[in-house]
């Protein structure tokens, strides 16, 4: 049974640690995600962006395929399942279709526009009782096409987003999807902490969760960061064990060519790489 991101939020924010949210992209995401948050009994926030709701044929297919892993994987830690950078339409779609907790990424509109869809979005998903993620100042990097520099939002346009009853805000601090670059400023500290001091018990997510170094992690944690979103790590360690099954030549021996057998060591990664992290964010055992 999916829930909405809520509760499990707060008492990350009470608790000092942080839920990871990490994207699926398949099936073999999807359940390893599961599997691993249910091994290691930590709640779990399952993203799903635009691009990867298309490439899985529709939300609806989503929502079925995680509901059906629920039951038949008996998984009984929290799972929310949420639209990660969602336009205004893609969060109806997907508030229709059965999610339980969506993000309005309004970031690239002046702050009145952004304010008014938002708006219009907390009246909607609490009639649901679904959780609502906001975003003010672009997340760097490229995501979906979106190519942005990771700016330092505006803690005076934090505070007038989240008093409008968003459940979770995301804020800028200089961090970007993706891989980092070299010369990587690292994370705004600084904007972090004048964000959380006018925002006050609102848990806040960090984006682009992938190469910020542990320590960076851990600061933010202490400063109010209750959701961290990891994407390309799990992609890199798919991909790594993959390439490896094939350069050994596994695919050509018997039946080593059959996908379940293929894709089991990228399975195998992405397992290691999510426990990895909610290790890091402290959430084993908090389910």
């Known amino acids: 049974m999916l829930v909405s991101a809520k509760e499990m939020l707060t008492k990350a924010k009470e608790g000092h640690y942080a839920v990871g949210q990490f ?7 999807t359940k390893a995600i599961l599997l691993t948050a249910q091994e290691c009994n930590s709640p779990v926030i399952l993203g799903v962006s635009e691009g990867a709701g298309k490439y899985m044929a529709g939300y609806k297919t989503v929502v079925g ?8 994987l008996n998984i009984t830690v929290p799972v929310a399942l949420h639209l990660d950078h969602g336009s205004y339409e893609g ?15 309004g970031s690239h509109y002046p702050i009145e526009e952004n304010v008014a869809k ?16 906001a975003e003010v100042g672009s997340i760097g990097g490229e995501e979906d096409g979106v190519v ?5 939002a505006d803690p005076n346009e ?14 800028g601090i200089g961090n970007i999807h993706g891989k980092y670059p070299d010369n990587w400023a ?7 902490d004048a964000v959380q001091k006018l925002t006050g018990k609102m848990p806040l997510v960090l984006h682009g969760g992938t190469g910020i170094p542990e320590d960076m992690i851990k600061k933010a944690i202490d400063l109010g ?23 050994a030549g596994k695919d050509l021996q018997g039946k080593g060519f059959d996908p379940r057998k293929l894709l089991a060591p990228g399975f195998e990664a992405i397992k290691a790489t999510v426990k990895e992290k909610m290790e890091l964010f402290g959430s084993i055992n908090k389910a």
């Open 158 to 171: 934090c505070k007038a987003i989240a008093d409008l009853g968003v459940t979770m805000l995301a804020a």
């Open 225 to 247: 960061v209750s959701k961290i979103n990891v994407n390309t790590e799990c992609q890199l360690s798919f991909a790594a064990a993959t390439r490896e099954y094939i350069e």
């Open 118 to 133: 938002t708006t219009e979005l907390v009246k909607l998903t609490n009639e649901k009782g679904l959780s609502l993620e």
């Open 148 to 152: 942005g520099a990771g700016e330092c």
């Open 91 to 105: 969060c109806l779609k997907c508030i229709e279709a059965g999610f339980s907790s969506v993000m309005f990424d």
């Open 23 to 29: 994207n699926i992209n398949n099936l073999e995401w």
């Open 65 to 72: 395929m995680v509901n059906g892993m629920l039951e038949e």
């Open 186 to 192: 690292g994370l705004s500290f600084e904007t972090l």
